[in-house]
């Protein structure tokens, strides 16, 4: 079962996370170009996951995660 994509701006501190970084900065156009492609693609990721058992991880994360990788093979 695939799990929801919820993203927490403050999940362990108590500043907002978007007042810490300045408006302009050039990974905020990168990260709305990935949002926009990963919503784009979560129809298919619906079709690929059972609807029953287990959360996964959502993928939309997992591929998030790997574009922040600083340390590619």
């Given amino acids: 079962m695939r799990g929801r994509d919820a993203l927490a701006g403050s ?3 108590y500043v907002d996370l978007e007042k ?3 408006a302009d900065h ?3 156009v990168i990260r709305t170009i990935v949002n926009t492609a990963l919503l784009a693609m979560s129809p298919d990721f619906d079709r690929l996951y059972a ?3 287990r959360e996964s991880i959502p993928p939309e994360r997992l591929l998030r995660a790997l574009l922040c990788n600083t340390n590619p093979p």
Avoid: E, K, T
């Fill in 11 to 13: 999940l362990f501190s």
């Fill in 20 to 22: 810490r970084v300045r």
């Fill in 26 to 28: 050039p990974l905020r």
């Fill in 51 to 53: 609807q029953f058992g």
